[in-house]
């Protein structure tokens, strides 16, 4: 990026370029359109409307929030086909919920057990609605989801509740081959794409219809398509993607469309240089030196692979250098590739959109959005 419209960041900031964003976005889309497969990208990376315009724009049949407050977010910024992928317990997440599916087209909820189906029903029923919902099914992450050898009887149980409309299934795998975290990122999606077609087969054998199999995150979304087994994933980094994603085998520095921007506010010795972001700008959610990828420190400084950002205040981050002079004077400018980009974007209020000749700001819309 010019160094004019460097000079013009206030910091620490982030600053996403277009360009790039919009060549990940197109691979991702025609990936998934030359397998046949819908893309329902998660907007938990950038959670902003501007960009699940832009995605749905190239082809994506609808989103993925996690939460219905983004889902709010996404709606009054115009989008109309929505899949909330959490469990939808709670009155007041449910209330909110029906009050959505009133203003959009489509609204699809998330069920994991017979508990919150029921309570889910009813609410349904009083408010006069029928909701679509979906399954899922745990698949390794062990995380939410029916385990695996009772989601054909749940799914037969969801069905008979006169509220709601079992019409899919889906799971959040991410890398995991039987049950275990792996590297391979090959054989989770292989094994991804197989499980989740026997699930499906065995909930059709219950007598339930369903016709809608969704998996696939970013690092297996385009692998699990390959199958043929599954009909849309939901991968969400890949319109940015991060360093943990090039870890991963993902993706390449080269597809990483967001940097971090900081001034050094001091220098009190050649050994380090602190700049005006600390932990309420990068995120602290990897381990530092562990296996498998031994990740340096919570961002890597581009340009200079000597320098490290390994500890931080709350607005302080200490930059070191292996060589033990750092280089930096008070008032420079770095930028820093993120681990990973999604925590990052949610803690700013705004952030820079460079178009390859200036800079215009946006405002992150759904940031903070938990409920």
């Known amino acids: 990026m010019q160094k ?58 609808g989103i993925t929030c996690a939460k219905v407050s983004e889902a709010e977010v996404m709606a009054e910024g115009g989008i109309e086909d929505i899949f909330i992928a959490y469990p939808m317990v709670g009155d007041f997440r449910i209330k909110r919920a029906l009050l959505l599916a009133k203003r959009i087209k489509r609204l699809i909820l998330a069920v994991d ?36 050898n009772k989601a054909a009887e749940l799914a037969r ?11 899919g299934i889906y799971t959040f795998k991410s890398l995991v081959y039987r049950d275990t975290v792996t590297e391979d990122k090959h054989l989770a999606s292989v094994e991804e794409g197989e499980l989740m077609e ?99 420190g919570y961002a890597l400084v581009e340009g200079n692979e000597d320098l490290q950002l390994r500890r931080m205040n709350e607005e302080h981050g200490i930059i070191t250098s292996i060589k033990g002079d750092t280089g930096l004077r008070v008032g420079d400018k770095i930028a820093l590739i993120p681990i990973h980009v999604c925590t990052a974007v949610n803690m700013q209020n705004q952030v820079y959109l460079y178009d390859g000749e200036g800079l215009k700001q946006e405002t992150v819309a759904a940031r903070g959005m938990l409920v």
Do not use: W
């Open 157 to 167: 149980q969801i069905h008979g509740l006169p509220g709601l409309n079992l019409t």
């Open 113 to 148: 057990s017979m508990e919150g189906a029921m309570l889910l029903n009813k609410a349904a029923i009083d408010a006069g609605l029928t909701m679509e919902v979906r399954l899922e099914v745990d698949t390794g992450a062990k995380r939410t989801g029916v385990l695996r």
């Open 4 to 61: 004019e419209l460097i000079d013009q960041l206030e910091t620490p900031c982030i600053v996403i370029d277009l360009v790039k964003t919009e060549e990940n976005i197109v691979k991702m889309q025609e990936g998934a359109n030359s397998c046949k497969c819908s893309l329902r990208p998660h907007i938990k990376t950038h959670k902003m409307p501007y960009f699940a315009r832009l995605q749905l724009a190239y082809g994506a049949c």
């Open 198 to 296: 026997q699930i499906a087969e065995e909930i059709k054998k219950a007598g339930v219809p369903i016709k809608e199999i969704s998996a696939g995150s970013t690092p297996t979304g385009l692998l699990v398509a390959r199958t043929g087994k599954v009909n849309e994933i939901r991968p969400g980094t890949y319109l940015f993607n991060d360093y943990m994603l090039c870890k991963e085998g993902a993706a390449v520095l080269s597809d990483i469309a967001v940097r971090i921007y900081a001034t050094v506010v001091s220098v009190p010795s050649r050994e380090y240089a602190v700049i005006d972001g600390g932990t309420k700008t990068f995120p602290m959610d990897i381990p530092l030196d562990k296996a498998p990828y031994y990740y340096p």
